[in-house]
């Protein structure tokens, strides 16, 4: 069986996929540990 199906792909001629995936996971954690440490500071 054939997974790579199951994954989602695109084509960025300018910049690459891997630079795409790396920007969303940066942006992912820095909003996602500053809400944390936000909600641990007004707690």
């Excluded at 790579?4 to 995936?21: C, K, N, Q």
Aim: no cysteine.
């Amino acid at each position: 069986m054939d997974m790579i199906g199951l994954y989602p792909t695109w084509f960025e001629p300018g910049l690459g996929s891997g630079w795409i995936v790396g920007i969303i996971a940066t942006a992912h954690m820095l909003f996602s540990h500053t809400s944390v440490g936000a909600a641990i500071f007004f707690a």
